[in-house]
């Protein structure tokens, strides 16, 4: 579905593409076709959308209207032939690692990287006979070591989950194009928004999508984009493995995705300011946002990126977990909740005493004012 809307800006394709009247009502907006199944008028009919020769749907485990919506709509936004959505970024990921790992393969993964999809490679590599590198995916002397004749992907996140740190993805493209790897990102932090990673060399892209794709913090799924051959790959283990959206999540993402421009705009613009603030702050030892320029990724994203760094940050305090405790203790208007990418702004204690802030699109004084006044609760100790 590339190249429908090609010229358009991003939210008029945010807002335009996948989407068609109903043929059956002319309602304007994508319908929740909230069915199982779909029946046909003949035999001959129902041949013809198995084969392939028509357009059709037969069950939604497999394919669902209001799904191919938002999956057209992802595909267009990421610059990608195809794209499939899945019951959350961990529906997805599993997919991908059996739709491109088998017995006998090796794989490279960033060291530094959601703590859920490290428990899976920590569980389940061994299970399914899969060898794993786990690298500092900044060294890329490191990587290119790494690699065996065996390496089938390179996988990591733009921007890490909490840290921010930076991977070189045009590096790791070449990387992995010269051993006819894979190179798979994970652009949750980021959003096709701010970067579509199939435009600087990576193969595929793919997202929590209930971050902020969904933006509203009102539904779990997952998305990955990329080329039809590599998708459709993917798409069959989403089959095969039960994990398909339901039709009402694939509604919740058509609604939330029309105003990803406005909302990472703020997002972007209210973290920068928030990251400022605390990097001045007495109380804290070291704020990790890739917008300050004394974080080591901030050249990278800064050109990958056209200056916008996203609207997670991290930081440590000087008192180390006892004090982010009482620092989350006191916070009245932002939530003590794990998640990223909600409109709200969202704290949480983290590993290696780090706190993770995903900055919503309050007002942000609103939410200095809220930081300024826990993080001076947090020094009474
Ligand atoms: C949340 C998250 C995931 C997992 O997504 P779910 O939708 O929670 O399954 C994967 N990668 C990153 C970077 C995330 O933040």
Redesign the pocket.
Known sequence: MGGVSEGLGFSTRAIHAGERHDPATGAHNTPIYQTATFAFDSVEQKLAVQSGEHDGYVYTRMGNPTTSAIECKLADLEGAQSAVVA???????VAVFHAFAHPGSHIVVSND??E??QTFLHEKAPVFGIDVSAVDITDLDAIQQAIRPETVLIYT?F???PSNRVSDIPSLGRIARDNDALLVV?N??TSPYLFRPLEHGAHLS??????YISGHGDA???AIAGPKTLIDRVRHEVEILGSPISPFNSWLLLRGVKTLELRMERHCRNALELATFLDRQPEVEVVLYAGLESHPGHDIVKELTGGRYGGVLSFRMHGKTAQSNRFADALRLCAHAV???DVSTLVWPHREDLVRVSVGCENITDVIADFEQALEASSRG
Do not use: C, P, Q, R
Request: glycine share 10%; hydrophobic share 45%.
């Open positions: 019951a959350s970024g961990m529906a997805v990921i990287i959601y859920s999809t996140e921007l890490a989950n994970d949750t932090f793919l997202h929590s999508a209930s971050k779990l799924a997952g998640h990223l990418g």
